[in-house]
């Protein structure tokens, strides 16, 4: 496999020999992956045969399982994944090379608990170096999805579970595009996608927690500028309602939601691990402060899903007259 794939506004290359780790890229970015053709990449993944451990005599101890030395960081079993890494970050181009040598808990675990398994893996190999990498280009990592519905670029934020997928696919399905599902990252203006799976019930794919299963995101697009914050919250009963959000409340949902996400939980450390190494980018991104600054800038409402079945998203936000057309770049 040598294919590219655009994660996190980045161009990643990978380049893996045939067998269960290039599937598991594949599955890990469906319908995403294009011929390299000789473009440039921002990110290159290399995935090495082989036991042997990468070389740490005489590097120095960053903290657990992770090392500094000739230029590069190494991370022992990143993010529990049964994957080494070594990373290596040049003036414009971020090379990791990876090789599976798991502990034998995570070798146990890779059979046992396959969808856990998968989602380490995919976070180690191709999310996590790509929330980093575009970290360098004053983006951060935020739990959100923006998607086009009749003509505006809502921004949806709030916590996992409250419905978005189901909102967002339901606007696909009829003609709209996306740029994700859980995960973009942004830089106050703009938000780039983190290419994954959708996961929800009903879906054909590999089954994953909460009974839901997955599948790939039709009409994925890379960017887009949202025009409006949209935080989505639910409660047991009712159909659903839609009311305005201060600046301030809309801040703290996008911020409080994009700490709470599990697809996150191992990343804050693996950032700091790899600022610390290398010297480069801010040992934690600045998720708050981007946060305000969409809020502030950005009209705010809040769409509570009740539990029986509601309208689509272009019907809920119809209300909101006047408001800009969808700008994609």
Same mark, same amino acid.
């Given at each position: 496999?040598?294919?590219?794939?655009?994660?996190?506004?980045?161009?990643?290359?990978?380049?893996?020999?045939?067998?269960?780790?290039?599937? @598991?890229?594949?599955? &890990?970015?469906?319908?995403?992956?294009?011929?390299?053709? =000789?473009?440039?990449?921002?990110?290159?993944?290399?995935?090495?045969?082989?036991?042997?451990?990468?070389?740490?005599?005489?590097?120095?101890?960053?903290?657990?399982?992770?090392?500094?030395?000739? =230029?590069? #960081?190494?991370?022992?079993?990143?993010?529990?994944?049964?994957?080494?890494?070594?990373?290596?970050?040049?003036?414009?181009? @971020? %090379?990791?090379?990876?090789?599976?040598?798991?502990? +034998?808990?995570?070798?146990?675990?890779? !059979?046992?608990?396959?969808?856990?398994? +998968?989602?380490?893996?995919?976070?180690? *190999?191709?999310?996590?170096? &790509?929330?980093?990498?575009?970290?360098?280009?004053? /983006?951060?990592?935020? +739990?959100?999805?923006?998607?086009?519905?009749?003509?505006?670029? $809502?921004?949806?934020?709030?916590? =996992?579970?409250?419905? !978005?997928?189901?909102?967002?696919?339901?606007?696909?399905?009829? =003609?709209? %595009?996306?740029?994700?599902?859980?995960?973009?990252?942004?830089?106050?203006?703009?938000?780039?996608?983190?290419?994954?799976?959708?996961? #929800?019930?009903?879906?054909?794919?590999?089954?994953?927690?909460?009974?839901?299963?997955?599948?790939?995101?039709?009409?994925?697009?890379?960017? @887009?500028?949202?025009?409006?914050?949209?935080? @989505?919250? /639910?409660?047991?009963?009712?159909?659903?309602?839609?009311? $305005?959000?201060?600046?301030?409340?809309?801040?703290?949902?996008?911020?409080?939601?994009?700490?709470?996400?599990?697809? *996150? !939980?191992?990343?804050?450390?693996?950032?700091?691990?790899?600022?610390?190494?290398?010297?480069?980018? $801010?040992? +934690?991104?600045?998720?708050?402060?981007?946060?305000?600054?969409?809020?502030?800038?950005? $009209?705010?409402?809040?769409?509570?899903?009740?539990?029986?079945?509601?309208?689509?998203?272009?019907?809920?936000?119809?209300?909101?007259?006047? !408001?800009? %057309?969808?700008?994609?770049?």
């Amino acid at each position: 496999m040598r294919a590219m794939v655009i994660q996190a506004g980045e161009r990643l290359l990978a380049d893996c020999p045939r067998g269960w780790v290039a599937d @598991l890229l594949t599955e &890990a970015c469906p319908g995403a992956w294009q011929p390299a053709d =000789g473009q440039p990449a921002d990110i290159e993944l290399s995935v090495v045969t082989g036991r042997k451990p990468f070389r740490v005599t005489g590097a120095v101890p960053l903290t657990r399982g992770a090392y500094r030395g000739a =230029g590069a #960081v190494v991370l022992t079993n990143a993010c529990g994944s049964g994957f080494d890494l070594r990373v290596t970050a040049g003036a414009d181009r @971020l %090379r990791v090379e990876a090789r599976w040598r798991p502990p +034998h808990r995570e070798r146990l675990a890779a !059979r046992v608990l396959r969808s856990r398994f +998968h989602l380490l893996a995919r976070a180690a *190999l191709v999310q996590y170096p &790509a929330l980093w990498w575009a970290g360098r280009r004053g /983006r951060v990592p935020v +739990h959100a999805a923006a998607v086009t519905a009749a003509g505006t670029v $809502p921004l949806l934020a709030g916590p =996992g579970g409250m419905g !978005r997928s189901t909102l967002l696919l339901d606007a696909v399905a009829g =003609g709209e %595009r996306a740029c994700s599902d859980n995960l973009c990252v942004s830089d106050g203006n703009q938000v780039y996608g983190v290419v994954e799976p959708v996961r #929800v019930e009903g879906g054909g794919g590999r089954r994953m927690a909460y009974g839901r299963r997955e599948r790939g995101l039709p009409g994925r697009i890379g960017v @887009l500028r949202p025009d409006r914050l949209v935080v @989505l919250s /639910r409660t047991g009963t009712g159909q659903p309602a839609v009311r $305005p959000l201060s600046a301030t409340a809309a801040a703290e949902a996008l911020t409080a939601g994009t700490y709470m996400a599990g697809e *996150l !939980r191992r990343y804050w450390a693996f950032a700091a691990t790899l600022a610390l190494g290398t010297g480069l980018g $801010p040992a +934690h991104p600045p998720v708050r402060e981007v946060a305000v600054a969409m809020a502030d800038r950005l $009209p705010a409402c809040e769409i509570v899903l009740g539990a029986r079945p509601g309208a689509g998203l272009a019907e809920l936000l119809a209300p909101s007259a006047g !408001r800009p %057309r969808a700008v994609t770049s």
